[in-house]
């Protein structure tokens, strides 16, 4: 049987600015999902704001892994999947000036 696990790794955060995402150290996983839960977002939102998955081999240095997950500009959820990660994950991004997403972010792995 495959194990699996979800993890909550933002809960009730605002994103403004420049924002990471509490990284996640998971080299048994073979695959990952994050979702993007949006419960509130203010601000003109002209651009459509996303988060960037990024990778790194010992939670401190990063590099984009070439995913990218779009942001609700209304409550809900998006979500993005990643494969061949090595052994960490987050999520970063810019979110434009003015505006802010308070959001849930989960992680879902599975061996």
């Not at 892994?65 to 809900?76: T, V, Y």
């Not at 990660?85 to 061996?111: C, H, M, N, P, S």
Request: hydrophobic share 40%.
């Amino acid at each position: 049987m495959r194990q699996s696990h979800t993890t909550v790794v933002e809960r009730n955060v605002e994103w403004r600015g420049s924002f990471e995402s509490e990284p996640y150290e998971a080299p048994w996983a073979r695959e990952a999902i994050f979702f993007v839960r949006t419960l509130a977002a203010t601000g003109p939102r002209q651009a459509h704001t996303s988060a960037r998955v990024q990778i790194s081999p010992d939670g401190m240095h990063w590099c984009d892994e070439g995913s990218q997950i779009q942001l609700p500009a209304e409550p809900g959820v998006s979500f993005c999947r990643v494969r061949h990660f090595g052994g960490w994950l987050r999520l970063a991004g810019v979110v434009e000036e003015g505006d802010a997403y308070t959001v849930i972010v989960y992680l879902a792995l599975k061996e």
